[in-house]
T-cell receptor, first 113, second 114 residues
Framework: DAGVIQSPRHEVTEMGQEVTLRCKPISGHDYLFWYRQTMMRGLELLIYFNNNVPIDDSGMPEDRFSAKMPNASFSTLKIQPSEPRDSAVYFC???????????FGQGTRLTVV | GESVGLHLPTLSVQEGDNSIINCAYSNSASDYFIWYKQESGKGPQFIIDIRSNMDKRQGQRVTVLLNKTVKHLSLQIAATQPGDSAVYFCAENNSGGSNYKLTFGKGTLLTVNP
């Protein structure tokens, strides 16, 4: 398996623009997680899905953030409109069950100028 | 050592020495713990895990110790190599409830000097 695949690896956008991050989880994994990593706050869980259904989105910072999982092999995290404080590395991870190790993608480094 | 909410601590060791990275977790109900390694520019990589019904687990060159009494977790790396240089995170999860949230600590930067 190729592991969790995220795209793009890097994204630079202007404030106010819409940003869409993409993730392909490991096949057969029922859980998908979106994390954000910054120097100040470390790794924060934004939202997670179980069998394509959003279970907990309490970590989503604002209404500007939204996430979808239309099928078992694809998820998106959208920020609209983007702001400079959204600059961070966004990770997608998947796990076979909710209490086993999560496997992370390489991340998307987002810079909002 | 490391604790959620504090600045990123660092540990510097000589190649061949043993390394011990510590972590204080916050939730006494947590029953599953994972150590991750993150190299620069990469995502966190699973190293080893342990459940709360154990107090020690060994892998290849790594050992995790769990002390539930004081809510402390440690990662021991034997014969540390330059390739072990990275940031190490502990993560805790409470899988007894219906909400699976893997909460990460701030991380410890390990530097291995050749």
């Amino acid at each position: 398996d190729a592991g969790v695949i995220q795209s793009p690896r890097h994204e630079v956008t202007e404030m106010g623009q819409e940003v869409t991050l993409r993730c392909k989880p490991i096949s057969g994994h029922d859980y998908l997680f979106w994390y954000r990593q910054t120097m100040m706050r470390g790794l924060e869980l934004l939202i997670y899905f179980n069998n394509n259904v959003p279970i907990d989105d309490s970590g989503m910072p604002e209404d500007r953030f939204s996430a979808k999982m239309p099928n078992a092999s694809f998820s998106t995290l959208k920020i609209q409109p983007s702001e400079p404080r959204d600059s961070a590395v966004y990770f997608c991870a998947s796990s076979r069950t909710g209490d086993t190790e999560a496997f992370f993608g390489q991340g998307t480094r987002l810079t909002v100028v | 050592g490391e604790s959620v909410g504090l600045h990123l601590p660092t540990l510097s060791v000589q190649e061949g020495d043993n390394s011990i990275i510590n972590c204080a977790y916050s939730n006494s109900a947590s029953d599953y713990f994972i150590w991750y390694k993150q190299e620069s520019g990469k995502g966190p990589q699973f190293i080893i895990d342990i459940r709360s019904n154990m107090d020690k687990r060994q892998g290849q060159r790594v050992t995790v110790l769990l002390n539930k009494t004081v809510k402390h977790l440690s990662l021991q790396i034997a014969a540390t190599q330059p390739g072990d240089s990275a940031v190490y995170f502990c993560a805790e999860n409470n899988s007894g409830g219906s909400n699976y949230k893997l909460t990460f600590g701030k991380g410890t930067l390990l530097t291995v000097n050749p």
